[in-house]
C-alpha cells in the first residue's frame, strides 16, 4: 500500500472513529495470492452504546478486497436504511438487495480470501470464510445453529471502479457486533389453549423473543414487528388480536410527554370492535413496555384520527400470564424434616406452611410446587413414588395420592410444576415407559401428554410457563442431560381433547450437562449447568437460545436445584440447593447460606 493511499485510509477511519468512538480496521491491500485476512470490527463492540456508529463510503479506486471490507463494516452502522452499505453495491443490485432476509451471526467477523473468476481481470470472487453461531430469520427469530459457515461475494467493475454485484444474503456479523448492534424484546400473542379454556384463560400473553435494532427507532420497530405475526415456532400456539393486513399510519412513533402512545391504524385495523381492539392495545403496551417500562397507557385510533380504545397499564394487568399470582415473592423448599417451608427477603427464619405438607404427620417430600395462587401444593414423597396435592390451609388432610410413579425405587417421579392455568404437570421417569403427565386443576384424573422426537431420552425435570404453551425439559440420554425447550399443543382427537408437546428445540446447545432449570421471566430461563471440560455455572438463557446482555451471575458450583421468580416487577432472590442447604442470591449481594433444605422453588 503506498503512503499517500494509506493517509487517505487513515483519514476516512478517524473520521469514522470521530463519529462513532470506534473503526472497524480493515487491511486495504491487494494479496498476490489466495491469501486469508480477518475484517477486524472487534473494537467497535466496546463504544459507547449511546454514541452513533456511521460506516464511510467507498473510497476511489478502492480494491475488491478493501471495497468488500468497507461494506461489510457499513452493515455494522447505524445507518437507518443502510444506504452506506448500498453505495458499495451494483446499481443493479443496490435496492433488491434485503438486509433484513437474515442475519448470520460468526462467532468472530468473517475472513476475507480473495479469488479471481476464471482468467478475467474484470471481475473477482471474495469468499467469507467464519464459524456460524446463530441465524436470524426474516422475523427476527434468533436461532442457535454452530457450523462452519462459508459464502462468496463477487466483485465487478462498474464505471470504471469496483461494486459488488452479488452481496451475500442479507448480513453477516460478528457476535460482538451482533450484541451490539441488536437487543433482545419480547413481542406478545394470545396463548392459544384449544378446546376446554374458559373465556377468561385466553386473554392470557405469551412471551415471543426477537431481536431488534436498538437506536433505530425501537418503539416503532417493535410495533411493525407486532405486527408481523409470531414468529414460525410460536405460531402453532399463538395468535394475534390484530385484524389480517393492519398497519401502523405514523411513520415514527414515540411516547409524549405522560408516557403514552398513540397508534393510527389502517382500515383493516380499524374494524375491530372494543373488546378486539383493547386486546390489540394489551399486545403493543405489552411489547412497548420490554423496551421502555414508563410506558403509561396506549390509545389506539381509527385512520381518521378517532379514537378506537384506550388501554392503561394498571388494566393491562389483566392479561399477564402470571397474574393468578400476587407477587411472586415467595420462596419454598423441603426442610431437612423434610417439612415444606416457605420466607421471603425480610424473613430471618424460614417457616413452616399450614396445612398437611407443613406438619410432622404429613407425607415425608422430596419435591414440592407451589400453585400461582399459593393456595395449594403439590409434593412427591421421599421415595419418589407419590404425587399428593393440598390445600395450604390448616386441618386439611393429606388425602390419597393423586399419583403413582411406575418402575419401583429405579425411577420414581420428577418434581411437579404448575402452569398459571391452575393445572399440575408431572413427569414419571419409569425407563420402560417414561411418561409426561397433566392434571386438569391440579386434582383431575392424569392425562398422559405425548412428546415425540425425545430420541430414547427420558425426561427427569420439567418447568412449564404461566401461559401454559411453553414447557421446559430436563431430557436425559447416555448419563447426559440436556435442556429442550416445547410448544404444548393443544387439540381434539376423536372427538376428544388431546395434548402434545411439539418441535423439542435445543435451548442450551453448548452445554454438555444441565442440572437444573427455572423460568426467570416471560422469555428467559435460569439455568444451571457445564460445557466440556468446564464448572459447573448458573447463567440465563433466553428461549430462542441466545444469552442475554449484562453481568454475569457469580460463581457457584454443586447446584442441584435453582428457583427464580417469574415477575418482572421486581428482581427478588435467587435460590439454589447447594451442599444440602438453601443458598440464596440476593440483588447486589453474593451467596449467603440460608438453612438447610433441599428442593427450592417459587409458585409455579
Known amino acids: ?10 483519514a476516512a477511519g478517524l473520521c469514522a472513529l470521530a463519529l462513532s468512538g470506534a473503526l472497524l480496521a480493515g487491511c486495504a491491500s491487494m494479496p498476490d495470492s489466495d491469501e486469508v485476512s480477518e475484517v477486524d470490527s472487534s473494537q467497535r463492540a466496546d463504544a459507547d452504546a449511546q454514541v452513533r456508529v456511521y460506516g464511510v463510503e467507498p473510497h476511489k479506486n478502492a480494491q ?58 474484470q471481475d473477482y470472487t471474495v469468499t467469507l470464510i467464519g464459524k456460524q453461531v446463530a441465524k436470524v430469520d426474516a422475523r427476527h427469530a434468533y436461532k442457535p445453529d454452530e457450523q462452519v459457515y462459508k459464502a462468496q461475494i463477487h466483485v465487478a467493475r462498474e464505471d470504471g471502479e469496483w461494486r459488488i454485484d452479488a452481496p451475500p444474503p442479507g448480513l453477516v456479523l460478528g457476535a460482538a457486533d451482533f450484541q451490539r448492534i441488536y437487543r433482545s424484546v419480547n413481542k406478545y400473542y394470545f396463548a392459544e389453549l384449544g378446546p376446554g379454556g374458559s373465556g377468561k384463560d385466553r386473554d392470557v400473553l405469551v412471551a415471543d423473543p426477537v431481536y431488534l435494532r436498538k437506536r433505530i427507532n425501537p418503539t416503532t420497530s417493535s410495533v411493525k414487528a407486532l405486527l408481523d405475526g409470531p414468529t414460525g415456532w410460536l405460531d402453532p400456539v399463538a395468535a394475534t388480536a390484530f385484524p389480517t393486513g393492519t398497519r401502523v399510519m405514523d411513520p415514527k412513533l414515540s411516547l409524549d410527554d405522560s408516557s403514552a402512545l398513540k397508534l393510527r391504524l389502517n382500515g383493516r385495523g380499524s ?17 412497548v413496555g420490554d423496551q421502555t417500562a414508563k410506558v403509561s397507557q396506549v390509545t389506539l385510533l381509527r385512520e381518521n384520527g378517532s379514537q378506537m380504545c384506550v388501554l392503561g397499564r394498571l388494566q393491562a394487568q389483566d392479561y399477564a400470564a402470571d397474574k393468578a399470582a400476587p407477587g411472586g415473592q415467595q420462596q419454598y423448599f ?50 419418589g413414588q407419590s404425587l399428593y396435592v393440598a390445600a395450604l390451609e390448616a386441618g386439611t388432610p393429606l388425602g390419597e ?33 417414561p411418561r409426561l403427565l397433566r392434571l386438569p386443576g391440579g386434582t383431575g ?17 420439567i418447568r412449564v410457563a404461566a401461559d401454559g404453551v411453553r414447557i421446559a425439559l430436563l431430557v436425559t440420554k447416555d448419563d447426559r442431560t440436556k435442556l429442550k425447550l416445547g410448544r404444548v399443543e393443544r387439540r381434539v382427537s376423536d372427538g376428544r381433547p388431546s395434548l402434545s408437546v411439539q418441535e423439542l428445540r435445543s435451548v442450551a446447545p453448548r452445554l454438555e450437562q444441565v442440572d437444573a432449570v427455572s423460568w426467570a421471566g416471560g422469555s428467559r430461563l435460569l439455568v444451571a ?21 449484562g453481568s454475569p451471575l457469580p460463581g457457584i458450583t454443586g447446584v442441584r436445584g435453582i428457583a427464580a421468580s417469574e415477575s418482572t416487577a421486581k428482581a427478588p432472590a435467587l435460590v439454589a440447593e447447594r451442599d444440602g442447604g438453601i443458598v440464596r442470591l440476593l440483588p447486589d449481594a453474593g451467596w449467603k447460606q440460608v438453612t438447610k433444605g433441599s428442593a427450592p422453588v417459587y409458585p409455579g
Not at 271 to 287: D, G, H, P, S
Open 1 to 10: 500500500m503506498g503512503a499517500e493511499r494509506r493517509r487517505r485510509r487513515s
Open 64 to 121: 475488491p478486497q478493501d471495497l468488500v471490507t468497507g461494506f461489510l463494516e457499513a452493515t455494522t452502522s447505524d445507518d437507518p436504511d443502510y444506504e452506506t452499505a448500498r453505495k458499495y453495491l451494483a446499481k443493479a443490485v443496490r435496492r433488491s438487495w434485503d438486509p433484513a432476509r437474515e442475519t448470520t451471526v460468526l462467532a468472530e467477523p468473517p475472513q476475507l480470501r480473495v479469488e479471481r473468476s476464471g482468467d478475467r481481470e
Open 271 to 287: 374494524e375491530a370492535n372494543e373488546k378486539q381492539c383493547l386486546r390489540m392495545a394489551a399486545q403493543v403496551l405489552y411489547t
Open 334 to 383: 423441603v426442610d431437612a424434616q423434610r417439612r415444606l417451608t416457605s420466607m421471603t427477603e425480610g424473613d430471618g427464619e424460614p417457616r413452616r406452611v399450614a396445612g398437611p405438607f407443613g406438619t410432622d404427620s404429613g407425607a415425608q417430600l422430596r419435591s414440592v410446587a407451589v400453585n400461582r395462587r399459593e393456595d395449594h401444593a403439590a409434593g412427591v414423597t421421599g421415595d
Open 401 to 433: 395420592p393423586r399419583l403413582t410413579a411406575r418402575g419401583g425405587a429405579k425411577a420414581g417421579l420428577t418434581a411437579p410444576s404448575w402452569d398459571g392455568l391452575g393445572d399440575l404437570w408431572v413427569a414419571d421417569q419409569d425407563p420402560d415407559r
Open 445 to 461: 384424573a392424569p392425562q398422559e401428554v405425548e412428546v415425540p422426537r425425545l430420541d430414547g431420552g427420558r425426561i427427569t425435570g
Open 529 to 549: 449447568g457445564n460445557g466440556p471440560g468446564e464448572l459447573q455455572q448458573l447463567q440465563y438463557i433466553e428461549t430462542d437460545g441466545s444469552l442475554p446482555n
